[in-house]
């Protein structure tokens, strides 16, 4: 089977869209590389690009993405409402299929080295690919932003994994990693009391001593007069979907609660689906390989 | 997205393997078709072939196949277990990503006009391609066998609905159609009396007042020591697994038995078990193009 492996680069670009045209266009040239997806926004002057392919398409579409965006983005005069450190400023690699965390890393570690070498660009590797624990978050690699860069390169705990430690004049830093896909999941309570939404999303959440790979908010939908439980899942193996449902179903029992419904914001591996009904269902010794169109695939 | 239809033709042969590679190689041999499965019986005389493509590749590909099963297969001479009416004796169209039963009703009636152009074969269509209530069951179109051919003919009620009214004099007939992919699903109770799972197998099945699309009985898994309600899902988008599950369940309660599991035997559908979680998780306005692999196939 074909892996898929899908990657998502930002970059520092959301208001002159030739040159995003221009970024895109660089890694849909690459055979194999699908454009999924690109969202461009002008306050946060950034844009947002998911891409498909495999270990071998997607570098090569990515090295040309950074020669466009360092070639045509300059910090020193980006202005923008979202953070940022580089032009392309983290590019984040996601097993889909056939692929797993390991390989993304694998690649992290390859797209950082090669693009270090050729831009002369400082590479930080974040999430499953950081080097150090205090690296994990992207939040922390990026804190200070492109203005504090000098300074923060200086620092022996934040010495790029690849190339100089000096940032780019005018490109910045690149932080580059591996994450498992995220899905954005929602549980809607039986109550128009939020402070119930609240307390579950405590009690699940990691912060709140809750599930590791569970962030949640407890948020009203005013329409429906219902209170929602807002989740994001961002390891679905470690932390499964049916698990966080019959979490927050007995803890909405506490109160006298039930859950009324729930919805998945966007897109879902079909695996965590899977798995859920597997739970459900009760299912012995099955395997993802049963699948009918992983069966079809298998045979491209 | 492209269409992905699955046809599963059986042909009375299963012992002269040349003859089987020979029809396997003719299905090949056509541009976006792929051979899944190859089972061939002794004892029965008889293959059976999984392949899927399209609604232009698999017409092409099923053609070739009566030409190399007409050729080299003579009913007159073929002796096996398993009842047969035609050289090329069943082929049934299968939707199963982007396409629908209509398709492959529509396929189906497309091949048997080919088939009977080109092969002065009587054709008869069947299950969701039938034209007739009393022609939907395969069993009932093959009652008499490639022996009782030309009598059953000359009954107005078993007028073909392709070809003439006279059988091929060595290759029978053809018995072409539409159908779901089957589900097989056994669900094993916490008893070993096996009186309780034959009990709910007839409370379940459609022959004995229960759902549509579920056939069953009840089994002893005697190294296990647990009986089993053993489940045929014919039509798993109507009378879905999470249904029957849960039937199985509260008809096992009622003599104090729990279930212990459930197994899925052989292939399955990804959308059966999306629809299990969709029930499970009580997802809202869940949306097949929510889940990833379909938008990256959307995009090939």
Chains 1, 2 share one sequence.
Request: glycine letters at 8%; a negative charge.
């Amino acid at each position: 089977m074909p892996r898929v492996i899908e990657s998502v680069p930002n970059i520092s670009e959301g208001r002159r869209l030739e040159v995003v045209q221009a970024a895109v266009d660089a890694l849909a040239s690459v055979p194999g590389v699908r454009v999924l997806d690109v969202q461009s926004d002008r306050d946060h002057n950034r844009s947002v690009i998911s891409l498909a392919g495999d270990e071998k398409s997607l570098p090569d579409a990515l090295l040309n993405l950074f020669d466009v965006a360092l070639t045509r983005i300059d910090l020193r005069s980006h202005q923008g409402e979202h953070p940022r450190a580089g032009a392309v400023d983290v590019v984040p690699f996601i097993p889909i299929e056939g692929a797993t965390t390991a390989d993304c890393v694998a690649l992290a570690r390859q797209l950082g080295q090669a693009v270090a070498e050729r831009f002369h660009l400082p590479v930080f590797l974040y999430e499953d690919a950081a080097t150090a624990p205090h690296r994990r978050s992207l939040e922390d690699v990026r804190r200070g932003q492109f203005e504090g860069l000098a300074e923060k390169l200086r620092d022996p705990q934040w010495k790029p994994d690849f190339g100089p430690a000096v940032p780019h004049p005018s490109g910045g830093v690149a932080i580059i990693g591996a994450r498992m896909p995220l899905i954005a999941y929602n549980i809607n309570l039986g109550t128009a009391d939020l402070e119930v939404a609240k307390r579950i999303a405590r009690a699940i959440r990691h912060s709140g001593g809750g599930f590791r790979y569970v962030k949640a908010m407890g948020v009203m939908l005013e329409e429906r007069k219902l209170a929602q439980v807002s989740i994001n899942m961002t390891d679905y193996k470690k932390t499964p979907l049916h698990r966080v449902f019959e979490a927050v179903r007995s803890e909405a029992e506490r109160y006298g609660v039930s859950v009324v419904g729930s919805e998945i914001v966007g897109l879902v591996p079909a695996q965590a689906l899977i798995d859920a009904a597997d739970h459900f269902l009760r299912l012995e010794n099955f395997n993802p390989s049963q699948v009918l169109e992983r069966k079809l695939r298998e045979s491209d």
